[in-house]
């Protein structure tokens, strides 16, 4: 069986580009609905941030993470809007047009 942290990442590696999950998202996917922070920690130390591509991760309202892992919020935002996610007015991901369910 693979490791948490492998199955987070092989997880995160199905996003679409354009699409965006949550960390809570991915914690149902991978069969730990309550493990969303323990998600977003692992992201954190992702070794391979081009091959698995967390910034595609937000938090549940569709804002980004303040402590993005390779550059910050404003990293975060760019490498989205170069992949064509729509944001919302207040800086938000816009889920509704873009959020990925994992099927």
């Not at 130390?45 to 991760?57: D, F, G, K, L, Y």
């Not at 910050?72 to 889920?95: C, I, T």
């Amino acid at each position: 069986m693979a490791s948490f942290s492998e199955q987070v990442f092989s997880q995160v590696r199905r996003i679409p580009e354009g699409r965006v999950s949550t960390y809570g998202q991915i914690a149902f996917l991978i069969g730990h609905p309550r493990a969303a922070r323990i998600v977003g920690q692992t992201l954190h130390r992702n070794p391979e941030p081009i091959v698995t591509p967390c910034h595609r991760v937000v938090f549940r309202d569709g804002s980004l993470a303040p402590g993005f892992a390779f550059g910050g919020p404003e990293v975060q935002r760019a490498l989205l809007r170069n992949e064509g996610v729509p944001f919302l007015p207040d800086g938000r991901v816009d889920l509704g047009r873009c959020g990925w369910d994992g099927a």
